[in-house]
Every structure is written in structure tokens, then in C-alpha cells.
């Protein structure tokens, strides 16, 4: 028995994938921007205190980004912007909980440095260009102007 993802296929419908982790990787660069830009802006509503726990600030505000922007458009606001958005196993858009799964999965692995360079490595050499949360969850980034 085969079985058929309703994915597309990288060798038959590649422009799904054209650019893809280019284009991730410029979004992650905008996030990262808008994430800082965030944590900036709550610092002075903490009376300064934020300082004394400014990572874990920047990390309840990531995680919190990734998982309502992911979820409400299945996409960042720099994947918005570069046009690329995310897809389940069954090619449905991400859910509230694919969303939070995946901005877990990907805090998890930007804490260690292995697991980044392994997921980098991954969306760069892989046909689908699949980081490894994606690889966990079965899900893809994919253009959006390319339609399911």
C-alpha cells in the first residue's frame, strides 16, 4: 500500500518551494526585529524590573508571537510579508494547536546550538525545506502564491 501525502510533491509541484528558506530566513530576521521591538516596549511598563529577567521577557514574547501570528494566518508577520506561509500533514493551514506546537518546538531548538544549526542545515538542504520542528509536526512552509 502507498501512501500519498496531500502535500505537494518538491519534484513534481517545486514552485511550492522556490526560495522557501531564503524567504524564512528573511522573515526570521523581521520577527526577531518585531520580538526585540516588543520586549523593548514592555520594559518601562515593568518599572524596569523586566531587566532582572529579560530573557525569559524575550522568550514569553517569541513564543506568544509565533503562536497567535502562526495561528491566526498560519504565518508570521515576516512570513506575511515574504509571502510564505505554513502547512499541516493533512495541507490544511496551521490550528491554535499546530501553532503553539511549532513555536515551542522551534524556542526548544534556538536554545541549543546543535539543534539550530541541524534545523538550518535541514531547510537548506532538504527537498522541502523543512527546519527540524517542521520535521517533527510533518509540517512545511510553503509560498503562498503557489495554491493547494
Not at 21 to 31: L, T
Not at 51 to 79: C, D, E, K, Q
Not at 106 to 115: G, H, K
Request: net charge positive.
Amino acid at each position: 500500500m502507498s501512501y500519498t501525502s496531500p502535500l505537494p510533491d518538491p519534484q513534481y509541484q517545486a514552485e511550492f518551494y522556490d526560495g522557501v528558506a531564503v524567504k524564512r530566513g528573511i522573515a526570521w530576521v523581521v520577527d526577531t526585529v518585531l520580538i526585540t521591538l516588543i520586549t523593548v516596549l514592555i520594559v518601562p511598563f515593568t518599572a524596569f524590573t523586566a531587566l532582572f529577567f529579560l530573557p525569559l521577557l524575550y522568550l514569553v514574547v517569541n513564543v506568544t508571537y509565533r503562536w497567535l501570528t502562526i495561528s491566526g494566518g498560519s504565518a508570521t508577520w515576516g512570513m506575511r510579508l515574504v509571502a510564505i506561509e505554513f502547512r499541516r500533514t493533512d495541507g490544511k493551514r496551521f490550528d491554535t494547536g499546530t501553532a503553539l506546537m511549532h513555536s515551542l518546538g522551534y524556542s526548544l531548538s534556538v536554545a541549543f546550538v546543535l539543534p539550530q544549526l541541524l534545523s538550518v542545515a535541514m531547510m537548506l538542504l532538504g527537498a522541502r525545506g523543512q527546519g527540524l520542528t517542521d520535521m517533527v509536526l510533518g509540517s512545511v512552509a510553503v509560498n503562498r502564491s503557489a495554491r493547494f
